[in-house]
């Protein structure tokens, strides 16, 4: 479909020949000889850029980018002006105008602005749904913000503020399942680029190939199946927020061009020679010490300290346990909302268990117990009974699943196969026969893949989990002829 240009002009020499040279370039063009008919045919061609005169008579450029400005602020608007007006080009820019050209220009010179804008818009548009798809992942997905009062939450609330303020690189490590995309977000929305776009990549989930394209892009014919030009994301970015998830995992090569962008904030997309710059804020997280990857080799020394300008540390859940409490409640009155149900409450014996307990999974696992406990508890308080089979033994690595989502171990998180599940049956208080852990997990992961048809990387983000670690238990899945081959 080809992008609607509208030229806006008196003159009707003007409008043919500005018409003439976008039409070469590939445009279709509208045209309107004066503002209140550009306004009028607005709304019926929406089209992608407007390109106006300046000086007209009944309504001026100034008054027409006004009208442009309150039907479609992302609009971008050129206006073309003679020597004698830059200035007021100049202040219709400050009001919102995309850019000017001045009068007399080559025709290349047009073409070449207009292309600017077309792309402009085009990037505002993908900003914005990815925002707001993004958004609406977290809602569901991540969570609330951090909750807490504890000694180790007040500093790194403290913390929190001092890095929003800057706008340097931040370096996340944490245990699986203790916020971090949650700090990254909280940074995000204090900071001087709260307006601006987040976006966010795992790095464990693509291969080192797709992870590149994914990042910076890439031209069209770069590689097979690079049918059309692709935005990477650190463009998508520009003036906002990148959160690299799982950062340990790139890979070498990958790393050498994520140093330059940090230290120049320059790439080029993979087929291209010509070098695009950004102004982007990182913030990356990692569940591992990259001290020691960058000790054995695995992680480059000069990226590492490039990317660990601004360290926060987020403590495990089993050195906060005062904050259990205030956590449970939180969780189990949200699940209680989001379920349409009675709120509940855990009695005195419950929520000792749940201070006593030493957390491997951190937040999130805790988010899953009460989630858990608020459906399958009957009357409205939670009692001990009921939750302890759900606690593992210390020194039990063993991941606990449930009907919201995986709680996967920082063993399993870092890429080593999926231990067995307990042998232990989950409590039939909503009726039915008794069911292992390892059927409830199954039948979620199998409604996770429906409700994202299939895409594993979308159902393990979903779920909490790798996608490695989704794709080990399809297969021993298939391999015992509990899922169908297909999935």
């Given at each position: 479909?080809?992008?609607?240009?509208?030229?806006?002009?008196?003159?009707?020499?003007?409008?043919?020949?500005?018409?003439?040279?976008?039409?070469?370039?590939?445009?279709?063009?509208?045209?309107?000889?004066?503002?209140?008919?550009?306004?009028?045919?607005?709304?019926?061609?929406?089209?992608?850029?407007?390109?106006?005169?300046?000086?007209?008579?009944?309504?001026t450029g100034l008054e027409l980018l006004q009208h442009l400005r309150e039907a479609d602020s992302d609009l971008p608007v050129v206006l073309m002006t003679a020597y004698g007006t830059v200035g007021d080009a100049v202040e219709a820019m400050k009001r919102g105008a995309f850019d000017f050209v001045q009068k007399p220009f080559e025709g290349d010179q047009l073409v070449v602005v207009v292309k600017r804008a077309v792309e402009h818009r085009q990037l505002r548009k993908e900003n914005a749904a990815l925002k707001a798809d993004r958004a609406d992942r977290v809602e569901r997905v991540v969570g609330p913000a951090l909750v807490g009062s504890s000694g180790p939450m007040r500093s790194l609330a403290t913390q929190i503020r001092q890095v929003a303020l800057s706008s340097g690189t931040v370096l996340i490590q944490g245990e699986s399942g203790t916020g971090k995309?949650?700090?990254?977000?909280?940074?995000?929305?204090?900071?001087?680029?709260?307006?601006?776009?987040?976006?966010?990549?795992?790095?464990?989930?693509?291969?080192?190939?797709?992870?590149?394209?994914?990042?910076?892009g890439h031209e069209r014919g770069a590689f097979t199946g690079a049918d059309q030009l692709r935005k990477?994301?650190?463009?998508?970015?520009?003036?906002?927020?990148?959160?690299?998830?799982?950062?340990?995992?790139?890979?070498?090569?990958?790393?050498?061009?994520?140093?330059?962008?940090?230290?120049?904030?320059?790439?080029?997309r993979v087929g291209s020679s010509t070098s695009m710059r950004v102004d982007v804020r990182v913030i990356a997280t990692t569940n591992r010490d990259l001290s020691r990857s960058v000790a054995?080799?695995?992680?480059?020394?000069?990226?590492?300290?490039?990317l660990n300008v601004l360290p926060i540390p987020i403590p495990p859940l089993r050195s906060r346990v005062d904050d259990v409490p205030l956590l449970a409640e939180h969780f189990i009155s949200m699940a209680a909302q989001r379920e349409g149900r009675e709120a509940k409450r855990f009695d005195d014996e419950a929520m000792t268990l749940l201070k006593e307990y030493h957390w491997p999974g951190n937040v999130r696992e805790l988010q899953n117990i009460c989630e858990r406990a608020s459906v399958l508890c009957r009357g409205s308080v939670v009692e001990g009974g009921l939750i302890q089979p759900w606690l593992m033994p210390r020194g039990d690595a063993t991941s606990l699943v449930h009907p919201s989502a995986a709680v996967p171990s920082a063993?399993?998180?870092a890429g080593s196969p999926p231990l067995q599940p307990p042998v232990a049956t989950a409590q039939a208080?909503?009726?039915?026969?008794?069911?292992?852990?390892?059927?409830?997990?199954?039948?979620?992961?199998?409604?996770?893949?429906?409700?994202?048809?299939?895409?594993?990387?979308?159902?393990?983000?979903?779920?909490?989990?790798?996608?490695?670690?989704?794709?080990?238990?399809?297969?021993?899945?298939k391999e015992q002829n509990l899922v169908a081959q297909s999935v």
């Open positions: 479909m080809s992008i609607k240009v509208l030229v806006v002009d008196d003159k009707q020499m003007m409008r043919d020949s500005v018409g003439a040279t976008l039409q070469r370039a590939g445009y279709t063009v509208v045209v309107a000889n004066n503002g209140r008919d550009a306004v009028a045919k607005l709304a019926r061609h929406q089209p992608a850029v407007v390109v106006t005169d300046l000086k007209m008579p009944e309504m995309e949650v700090v990254a977000r909280t940074i995000h929305a204090h900071s001087q680029r709260r307006d601006r776009v987040m976006l966010c990549l795992n790095c464990a989930a693509l291969s080192s190939s797709l992870l590149e394209s994914e990042l910076f990477g994301r650190f463009e998508l970015a520009d003036g906002g927020t990148l959160l690299l998830d799982e950062i340990s995992e790139v890979s070498p090569q990958l790393q050498a061009k994520l140093l330059r962008v940090l230290q120049e904030g320059q790439f080029e054995d080799g695995s992680f480059r020394q000069d990226l590492y300290y490039r063993q399993t998180l208080d909503i009726g039915g026969p008794l069911r292992s852990l390892e059927e409830v997990e199954r039948e979620e992961v199998i409604r996770a893949l429906g409700r994202f048809s299939g895409n594993r990387t979308r159902t393990a983000q979903a779920l909490g989990i790798g996608v490695r670690t989704l794709g080990l238990k399809l297969k021993k899945w």
